[in-house]
């Protein structure tokens, strides 16, 4: 499995301890001063954008950390659809991603 268009990509590109955010297919969004910083803000971006989390230092690995997909989302066994949350004023949520 290899990142897609629109994942959430974590990166440390220099021997510093920072390290970036970039949406895959396009450019870096943010750069956080460590790596559990990096971490959490790329859950919360993955969630709200339902795409999955990667991590690389080299560029070459990326192994996924989080999957944040609707499609990835199982649904309960012997139902047709993914439970779905009913929000505040009845309106419908997605499913929970499992970040």
């Known amino acids: 499995m290899t990142p897609q268009d629109g994942d959430i990509l974590v990166s440390k590109p220099t021997a510093t301890v920072e390290h970036c955010l970039s949406i895959v297919g396009g450019s870096?969004?943010?750069t956080c001063p460590n790596h559990d910083?990096?971490?959490r803000k790329a859950?919360?971006?993955a969630q709200d954008r339902h795409v999955d989390v990667?991590?690389?230092e080299d560029h070459t690995h990326f192994p996924k950390i989080a999957s944040c997909r609707l499609d990835d989302v199982v649904p309960r066994w012997g139902?047709?659809?993914p439970q779905w949350e009913i929000g505040q004023r009845g309106t419908r949520k997605s499913p929970?991603?499992?970040c």
């Open 28 to 30: 870096t969004v943010e």
């Open 96 to 98: 929970r991603c499992c």
């Open 79 to 81: 139902q047709a659809d």
């Open 37 to 39: 910083s990096a971490l």
């Open 43 to 45: 859950r919360r971006l």
């Open 54 to 56: 990667w991590l690389t």
